[in-house]
């Protein structure tokens, strides 16, 4: 079991950033691939980020490439979403999530891949 805790959401003029946490315990994160996905309201979940458990694979969204990184501290249990430039079109609920892979290199896109979910952090951008 693995028990996913978010952190860093808030209010945010549009062309600011804001940097999410994602701290996990239960298990050791190196054994497992992680991933950001987001909300609106409306709207269906759709995939944001996602790394590899070794940290040495990424993978976006198109309408965030560029503008949001996302990376890991193993040592700590944690990963973030840095995001840059942020736009009103990215107010959403923030998830994080997690899957235990055998692979190092391992990303996953799609909601269904997941095991584990955050409750979520709320990212409204003003215009």
């Known amino acids: 079991q693995v028990q996913l805790v978010e952190s860093g959401g808030g209010l945010v003029q549009a062309g600011g950033s804001l940097r999410l946490s994602c701290a996990a315990s239960?298990?050791?994160?190196?054994?497992?691939?992680m991933g950001w996905f987001r909300q609106a309201p409306g709207k269906e979940r759709e995939f944001v980020a996602a790394?590899?458990?070794?940290?040495?694979?990424?993978d976006y969204a198109d309408s965030v490439k560029g503008r949001f990184a996302i990376s890991r501290d193993n040592g700590k249990n944690t990963e973030y979403l840095q995001m840059n430039s942020l736009k009103s079109a990215d107010t959403a609920v923030y998830y994080c999530?997690?899957?235990?892979?055998?692979?190092?290199?391992?990303?996953?896109?799609?909601?269904?891949?997941?095991?584990?979910w955050g409750q979520g952090t709320q990212v409204t951008v003003s215009s």
């Open positions: 999530a997690a899957v235990f892979s055998a692979g190092v290199y391992y990303t996953a896109n799609r909601g269904l891949e997941y095991d584990y």
């Open positions: 239960g298990r050791t994160s190196s054994t497992y691939t």
């Open positions: 790394i590899s458990r070794s940290g040495g694979m990424t």
